[in-house]
């Protein structure tokens, strides 16, 4: 029997490769951007499986290009680059690699508010740029976080380990989310709130949830003018959560005190963006996931996920398990 073909439309940590060309004709785009559509679309049409990323867009016209295609393992938690619906009514099966990046992520996201209260890239800038004259007493100050209040919206497993963080920092822990964790309120030391409340209460606010069309722009110029003045935002989700014009005239005319981004819209953040130019935002390259050791277990998750693909068994990790009901492809 001929080996299977897998396409892996970058380079992703040897751990998982490894795994994919032990049991498969595995070709591996080597460029440092993502293969464009056409090259993509061409891959696809030799391919039994497809390791794709969140740069690849990944629709019906795709699936499509190859009737063999059986299986599309995403590295990475996050899938809203792919169409879901078009993969079941076609009987693939789609992975992700959910759990394995959680306390990466909030730990990233932790990083990044604090980074964003105590100014630190100011800091760094400001001395190398050789501004550093003397200790001084109104230099660089910025709100605490010891005892602030954290405001979580999207209360999964991220949103959870910001809480479990925030504990340690003797926050007070609002959330919202679409389903409310009674559950976990008492042990996390957590408070339930509707969104109003948690914009006009916290000092921070960081967004956890899914995007999807209703939370699309969530933090839009309606949220900033409730939000208190000194408040931070920080989103490690998704780019599109955040209305990035209303988020300049906020964070330009103090209607919010700063804001920190690991993700942006679109991705890369164009280079003209007026964010760019102020000292109170924090823009970042979408690394919140970066730690060598979870790199590659998404990596390994990845892999995992395409070979039961390839061999029609179930996926360990599957965003459409419906498919499985339907009929999956042969
Ligand atoms: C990264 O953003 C992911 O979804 O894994």
């Not at 049409?45 to 599309?72: C, F, H, W, Y």
């Not at 590659?296 to 459409?320: D, Q, S, Y």
């Amino acid at each position: 029997m001929p080996k299977p073909k897998v396409f892996v439309s970058r380079i992703i940590p040897d751990e998982g490769l490894g795994m994919l060309r032990a049991i498969a004709e595995t070709e591996v785009w080597q460029d440092e951007l993502p293969p464009p559509r056409d090259v993509l679309l061409s891959k696809v049409k030799q391919s039994d499986g497809l390791v794709s990323l969140l740069t690849d867009k990944i629709d019906g016209e795709l699936m499509d290009a190859n009737p063999r295609l059986k299986v599309i393992s995403q590295m990475a938690v996050g899938y809203d680059n792919i169409d879901v619906p078009a993969a079941t009514a076609r009987g693939i099966p789609i992975g992700n690699t959910p759990g394995v990046l959680t306390d990466t992520t909030a730990d990233f996201a932790f990083a990044l508010l604090m980074s964003a209260a105590r100014r630190i890239p100011e800091g760094i800038d400001f001395v190398r740029a050789k501004k550093w004259k003397t200790w001084g007493p109104l230099l660089l100050t910025g709100p605490d976080v010891w005892g602030a209040t954290l405001g979580i919206i999207g209360f999964g497993r991220i949103g959870q380990g910001m809480a479990n963080r925030a504990r340690g920092f003797n926050m007070r822990v609002l959330y919202y989310d679409v389903y409310r964790r009674t559950d976990l309120e008492q042990s996390m030391g957590v408070q339930y709130v509707e969104m109003d409340t948690l914009l006009r209460e916290s000092d921070f606010v960081t967004v956890h949830t899914d995007l999807n069309e209703k939370t699309r722009h969530l933090m839009n110029a309606d949220a900033f003018a409730k939000m208190k003045r000194s408040a931070i935002l920080v989103n490690a989700s998704r780019g599109p959560m955040v209305d990035h014009a209303a988020l300049y005239d906020a964070l330009k005319s103090g209607q919010i005190y700063g804001a920190a981004l690991d993700v942006t819209e679109p991705e890369p953040i164009n280079l003209d963006n007026p964010l760019l130019q102020l000292p109170n935002c924090i823009i970042v390259p979408h690394i919140a996931s970066a730690s060598i050791a979870t790199r590659a277990k998404m990596a390994t998750m990845a892999a995992a996920n395409l070979i039961a693909g390839l061999r029609g068994e179930k996926l360990p990790t599957c965003v459409n398990p419906e498919v499985y009901e339907r009929g999956i492809r042969t």
